[in-house]
T-cell receptor, first 116, second 111 residues
Framework: GAVVSQHPSRVICKSGTSVKIECRSLDFQATTMFWYRQFPKQSLMLMATSNEGSKATYEQGVEKDKFLINHASLTLSTLTVTSAHPEDSSFYIC????????????FGQGTRLTVV | QKEVEQNSGPLSVPEGAIASLNCTYSDRGSQSFFWYRQYSGKSPELIMFIYSNGDKEDGRFTAQLNKASQYVSLLIRDSQPSDSATYLCAVGSGSARQLTFGSGTQLTVLP
């Protein structure tokens, strides 16, 4: 079946540094990629929606200059957390959507970011 | 603002029993409804989706949708300890299929 590969699965970084998270669709073209953040015992909160070749659409309250999203190809979307702070520590998950399928199953494995 | 509400639990049921999970949503224009299972530290895994009013069964799982009441539920029959997880209800709308997630219900199946 369709797979979305997300890397890294875990990352620890120092405050002030940047971290890049990648999501790749392995056997299909992902025209749309959704990026979520999940704090402990809370639900998934949509951060932004990216479409291949265009600028991402950010949800209210999400700083686009801090969370840089690039969707340069149909198989790769990246989220870069710039100048990370401890409050950015969270579980980040991507979800891809296939235009030819009516299911919303294609989540990446998630990235646990810890900023120290 | 679109809202999806779930009881946070925890919900505990004995092994072999039926677990009933409930979800309500605020947007009457919602078109698609999903149940995900999420184990601790893992990303969500799709269990069921339902688009039309009524029941939809898949193995031990039954999703029930009532659009008039803006209510969707998930029944898990013959619950197993491996079913212990957080269950997320998600509601989709729009052509881009954005999903709004509930906060999840933590289910524990006791051996």
């Amino acid at each position: 079946g369709a797979v979305v590969s997300q890397h890294p699965s875990r990352v620890i970084c120092k405050s002030g540094t940047s971290v890049k998270i990648e999501c790749r669709s392995l056997d299909f073209q992902a025209t749309t990629m959704f990026w979520y953040r999940q704090f402990p015992k809370q639900s998934l909160m949509l951060m932004a929606t990216s479409n291949e070749g265009s600028k991402a659409t950010y949800e209210q309250g999400v700083e686009k200059d801090k969370f840089l999203i690039n969707h340069a190809s149909l198989t790769l979307s990246t989220l870069t957390v710039t100048s990370a702070h401890p409050e950015d520590s969270s579980f980040y998950i991507c979800r891809s959507r296939r235009e030819d399928m009516n299911t919303e199953a294609f989540f990446g494995q998630g990235t646990r970011l810890t900023v120290v | 603002q679109k809202e999806v509400e779930q009881n946070s639990g925890p919900l505990s049921v004995p092994e072999g029993a039926i677990a009933s999970l409930n979800c309500t949503y605020s947007d009457r224009g919602s078109q698609s409804f999903f149940w995900y299972r999420q184990y601790s530290g893992k990303s969500p895994e799709l269990i069921m989706f339902i688009y039309s009013n009524g029941d939809k069964e898949d193995g031990r799982f039954t999703a029930q949708l009532n659009k008039a009441s803006q209510y969707v539920s998930l029944l898990i029959r013959d619950s197993q300890p491996s079913d212990s997880a957080t269950y997320l209800c998600a509601v989709g709308s729009g052509s881009a299929r954005q999903l709004t997630f509930g906060s999840g219900t933590q289910l524990t199946v006791l051996p």
